[in-house]
């Protein structure tokens, strides 16, 4: 299986075979790339689910790029997109550079930060919802009356809602991020700039930004293309409601699936989503600077 | 988490070797009086909701409905645990449990084998192999659902757990093996020479040389991939019909929509489903939180 390379050093060891590598390539390409092509085959059928698949030419691909539902699904995808990144990214920086300061009371509370890391989407959505109330939840409890509103069937105010939601589940993974990308940066450069007279914001936009370059480069692109999974938590949360406004991508492709029995038009909006994060993916790359595999064989 | 699947290339740390611990840091040289402002604010944003569904999961309905949302019960009760727990919890609890070992351990030996293989190897099926599982990371592999469903269902594997676990393990299968194979990369060529050179085989260098040398990687892939599956939804929704096939992600959403009026209920059953993963996360802490640093950050 293996070739072997000109080098006479390694000319002897071949390395191993490519058998161990099989089982799961196997995986993959059953349950990930063969479903990858089917999801376009699929995209050209009409299927209600349950009965024959039948070919059906664009006809899927009309309904789906002509309905509004499609673009107002697209516009709230990158509107929930760009909120969380604009709130989380910040937010998971400094909370980032907090925890990873040798302080007791920092490692207390980091403690307690991270527990919304355990929690699964649907449990954080079910507790939004009942914390959400304006009766019985959390504005009433702390007696604010501005907090006791009806987040989740107000249109103008829901998109935020969710943002913020996502927001509390997602930032504790983040931190963990910068933090140990935080760790990494050597003591002595901040060191030598205090001996310099540099002060804490210097320290942090001359050290520890530029040194975090990478990390911000990876959560970045978590954040980004993790927005494009951001399924469960709306599902559960608001349904996509009220009428159209939190229904995003992966959620209007679920719906029109699954709820109303179009699988044909489902997978179309499913190739959309994976050009979406192919084109996100590689745009992120770009703007990484360099070859992200390149960035990792040459290390820290 | 969101899901172990969607997750595009992570820059991972190369070193091995135990990180430098630091002990100077920046506000270290006088009380950064902002930042420690902003730490208890957020503090407050993360457990206000927590402490509101611990509280009110406490509460009986009468309490619930009239006493103040955020002050503890006057009369604490357990009887919404009770509801939850003879509502068949142990049953969703121990599908969840065999749906997790059963993708994560799998996922874990056979990621483990191919990034052995791809860092080792020199064949350009292997390279081919690697360049797939990178294309995996980029593409939100969520979005093949419907033919996944198709799959299962010709396979007449619909509702069953296995429906859960076969996917579960290919999806978990790209980072996994990226994770891995750079923290291979970082064991000294030598040892393996001089391994190859007492005559062991790659099998035996995979075992006694590989996974020792890079057990954080794998700590790491085992946590990240078990929160995963653990808290998982989509797959469970599409899959799984019946109560006996029930996860506890999948659990709560229909316990919420059964027990819709009795809200200290539906919490009882978040807390209750939280619970197990709470107990390993005080239990070992320090493992679970630089397991996941030790793959992710740079």
Request: hydrophobic share 50%; proline share 7%.
């Given at each position: 299986?293996?070739?072997?390379?000109?080098?006479?050093?390694?000319?002897?060891?071949?390395?191993?075979?490519?058998?161990?590598?099989?089982?799961?390539?196997?995986?993959?390409?059953?349950?990930?790339?063969?479903?990858?092509?089917?999801?376009?085959?699929?995209?050209?059928?009409?299927?209600?689910?349950?009965?024959?698949?039948?070919?059906?030419?664009?006809?899927?691909?009309?309904?789906?790029?002509?309905?509004?539902?499609?673009?107002?699904?697209?516009?709230?995808?990158?509107k929930i997109m760009f909120f969380s990144f604009i709130v989380?990214?910040?937010?998971?920086?400094?909370?980032?550079?907090?925890?990873?300061?040798?302080?007791?009371?920092?490692?207390?509370?980091?403690?307690?930060?991270?527990?919304?890391?355990?929690?699964?989407?649907?449990?954080?959505?079910?507790?939004?919802?009942?914390?959400?109330?304006?009766?019985?939840?959390?504005?009433?409890?702390?007696?604010?009356?501005?907090?006791?509103?009806?987040?989740?069937?107000?249109?103008?105010?829901?998109l935020f809602?969710v943002v913020?939601?996502?927001?509390?589940?997602?930032?504790?993974?983040?931190?963990?991020?910068?933090?140990?990308?935080?760790?990494?940066?050597?003591?002595?450069?901040?060191?030598?700039?205090?001996?310099?007279?540099?002060?804490?914001?210097?320290?942090?936009?001359?050290?520890?930004?530029?040194?975090?370059?990478?990390?911000?480069?990876?959560?970045?692109?978590?954040?980004?293309?993790?927005?494009?999974?951001?399924?469960?938590?709306?599902?559960?949360?608001?349904?996509?409601?009220?009428?159209?406004?939190?229904?995003?991508?992966?959620?209007?492709?679920?719906?029109?699936?699954?709820?109303?029995?179009?699988?044909?038009?489902?997978?179309?909006?499913?190739?959309?989503?994976?050009?979406?994060?192919?084109?996100?993916?590689?745009?992120?790359?770009?703007?990484?600077?360099?070859?992200?595999?390149?960035?990792?064989?040459?290390?820290? | 988490?969101?899901?172990?699947?969607?997750?595009?290339?992570?820059?991972?740390?190369?070193?091995?070797?135990?990180?430098?611990?630091?002990?100077?840091?920046?506000?270290?040289?006088?009380?950064?009086?902002?930042?420690?402002?902003?730490?208890?604010?957020?503090?407050?944003?993360?457990?206000?909701?927590?402490?509101?569904?611990?509280?009110?999961?406490?509460?009986?309905?009468?309490?619930?409905?009239?006493?103040?949302?955020?002050?503890?019960?006057?009369?604490?009760?357990?009887?919404?645990?009770?509801?939850?727990?003879?509502?068949?919890?142990?049953?969703?609890?121990?599908?969840?449990?065999?749906?997790?070992?059963?993708?994560?351990?799998?996922?874990?030996?056979?990621?483990?084998?191919?990034?052995?293989?791809?860092?080792?190897?020199?064949?350009?099926?292997?390279?081919?192999?690697?360049?797939?599982?990178?294309?995996?990371?980029?593409?939100?592999?969520?979005?093949?659902?419907?033919?996944?469903?198709?799959?299962?269902?010709?396979?007449?594997?619909?509702?069953?757990?296995?429906?859960?676990?076969?996917?579960?393990?290919?999806?978990?299968?790209?980072?996994?093996?990226?994770?891995?194979?750079?923290?291979?990369?970082?064991?000294?060529?030598?040892?393996?020479?001089?391994?190859?050179?007492?005559?062991?085989?790659?099998?035996?260098?995979?075992?006694?040389?590989?996974?020792?040398?890079?057990?954080?990687?794998?700590?790491?892939?085992?946590?990240?991939?078990?929160?995963?599956?653990?808290?998982?939804?989509?797959?469970?929704?599409?899959?799984?019909?019946?109560?006996?096939?029930?996860?506890?992600?999948?659990?709560?959403?229909?316990?919420?929509?059964?027990?819709?009026?009795?809200?200290?209920?539906?919490?009882?059953?978040?807390?209750?489903?939280?619970?197990?993963?709470?107990?390993?996360?005080?239990?070992?802490?320090?493992?679970?939180?630089?397991?996941?640093?030790?793959?992710?950050?740079?």
């Amino acid at each position: 299986m293996s070739t072997t390379t000109s080098s006479p050093r390694r000319a002897r060891d071949k390395g191993p075979s490519g058998w161990l590598a099989a089982p799961a390539l196997v995986f993959f390409l059953v349950f990930a790339i063969i479903p990858l092509i089917g999801v376009v085959a699929l995209s050209f059928t009409r299927w209600d689910g349950l009965g024959e698949i039948q070919v059906d030419g664009f006809s899927s691909w009309k309904t789906v790029l002509t309905d509004p539902v499609t673009g107002n699904a697209l516009w709230v995808t990158a509107k929930i997109m760009f909120f969380s990144f604009i709130v989380q990214a910040p937010i998971s920086l400094l909370l980032g550079v907090f925890t990873a300061g040798g302080q007791k009371y920092r490692a207390a509370l980091a403690v307690l930060y991270f527990i919304p890391l355990l929690l699964s989407s649907a449990a954080v959505a079910i507790a939004y919802k009942a914390l959400l109330d304006p009766n019985f939840g959390l504005g009433p409890g702390l007696g604010l009356p501005f907090l006791a509103q009806d987040w989740l069937g107000n249109s103008d105010l829901v998109l935020f809602v969710v943002v913020f939601v996502i927001a509390w589940q997602f930032v504790p993974f983040h931190t963990l991020i910068y933090q140990g990308g935080v760790r990494q940066i050597p003591a002595s450069f901040y060191e030598a700039a205090q001996i310099d007279g540099a002060g804490r914001v210097q320290q942090f936009l001359h050290i520890t930004l530029p040194q975090l370059k990478y990390t911000i480069i990876t959560s970045s692109t978590l954040m980004v293309v993790g927005s494009l999974a951001y399924f469960d938590l709306v599902f559960v949360l608001t349904g996509g409601g009220p009428g159209y406004t939190t229904r995003l991508l992966p959620l209007h492709m679920y719906l029109t699936g699954f709820k109303a029995n179009d699988m044909g038009a489902a997978s179309a909006l499913g190739v959309i989503l994976v050009v979406i994060g192919l084109g996100l993916a590689l745009l992120l790359q770009r703007l990484g600077g360099r070859n992200r595999n390149a960035s990792q064989l040459e290390g820290a | 988490m969101a899901s172990t699947t969607q997750l595009p290339v992570p820059p991972v740390t190369r070193q091995t070797a135990s990180p430098r611990p630091r002990t100077k840091g920046p506000g270290r040289f006088r009380p950064n009086l902002l930042g420690g402002l902003g730490g208890w604010v957020w503090l407050a944003i993360i457990i206000l909701p927590i402490y509101y569904v611990v509280v009110t999961s406490l509460k009986n309905q009468a309490g619930f409905f009239t006493s103040n949302p955020m002050l503890p019960p006057t009369e604490p009760t357990l009887d919404n645990y009770k509801l939850v727990l003879e509502n068949d919890f142990a049953m969703y609890f121990f599908n969840s449990l065999v749906v997790t070992l059963g993708s994560v351990i799998p996922a874990l030996l056979i990621s483990f084998m191919a990034a052995y293989a791809i860092v080792r190897g020199k064949s350009r099926f292997l390279s081919w192999t690697n360049s797939l599982f990178l294309l995996g990371l980029a593409i939100p592999l969520h979005a093949t659902i419907i033919p996944i469903y198709w799959m299962i269902t010709r396979a007449h594997l619909y509702d069953t757990l296995l429906a859960l676990i076969l996917p579960s393990i290919a999806f978990a299968i790209p980072i996994s093996v990226l994770i891995l194979s750079n923290f291979m990369r970082d064991v000294p060529n030598e040892l393996f020479e001089s391994m190859r050179l007492d005559g062991c085989s790659d099998w035996a260098m995979m075992w006694r040389l590989a996974l020792p040398m890079t057990r954080p990687a794998v700590v790491t892939v085992g946590i990240y991939n078990a929160l995963g599956v653990w808290n998982g939804f989509l797959f469970p929704l599409i899959l799984t019909q019946s109560p006996a096939t029930r996860v506890l992600p999948l659990s709560l959403w229909t316990f919420q929509g059964e027990f819709s009026v009795n809200i200290p209920a539906v919490l009882a059953s978040v807390v209750l489903a939280t619970l197990p993963l709470l107990v390993i996360y005080v239990v070992a802490r320090r493992q679970l939180l630089s397991g996941l640093t030790a793959g992710f950050s740079k």
